[in-house]
């Protein structure tokens, strides 16, 4: 079978898919690597990550989207997710589409997070002809920021986020966006 069939899309080097249950072990091997997670509360549990999985599937079944679980084009691994995912937190911004990320901390530095996001933005407002994306991360995930900054999105502003508001370390949050529009 043509690999590039089992994509949504793809880029130079990803192909981008819905979840299978079939994940579940893999993206649980990436969410207990306290690398990976060095910017959340705390490490999802099995059952946290099979939640995660199941309800990417059913965004993607009621809205075409969800942070797209990605695989190297050339030897068909999967090394975590990319995507967008709509946020209904109490926020100024919300409800919103975001774009996020989280790839296997052995195949960081390849340039994966940046190709990635940048052909997702491009899905995103291209072919789902959203009018904005968003991105959001805590202050202090510098590297998670260069992405965004990377794929052209544009700082509107540093909040404190409701889902973090007891994390010292973590609260403050920024926000990035496809157009810097924002009344
Ligand atoms: C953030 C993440 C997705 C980046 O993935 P990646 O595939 O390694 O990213 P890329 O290789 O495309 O780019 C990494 C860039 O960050 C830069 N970088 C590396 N460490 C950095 C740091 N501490 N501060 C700022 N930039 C940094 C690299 O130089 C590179 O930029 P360049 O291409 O301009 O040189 C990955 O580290 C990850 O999964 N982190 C854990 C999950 C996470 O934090 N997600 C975001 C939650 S808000």
Known sequence: ???KKKYEFTSERLGFRNWDLSDIDE???INSDEKVMEFFPGIPTK???TEFIERM???FRDK???YFAVERLDNEAFIGFIGLSEQT???DFTPCVDIGWRIKSREWNNGFASEGAARCLDYALNELKLENVYAIAPKINRKSEHI???IGLVKQYEFEHPLLIKNNRLRT???YKTKNDIK
């Open 64 to 66: 075409g989207f969800c």
């Open 57 to 59: 599937r059913k965004q």
């Open 27 to 29: 993206m649980h091997a």
């Open 47 to 49: 059952e946290q990550t």
């Open 148 to 150: 965004m900054t990377k």
């Open 1 to 3: 079978m043509d690999s």
């Open 173 to 175: 949050c920024v926000l």
């Open 89 to 91: 937190y109490e926020a």
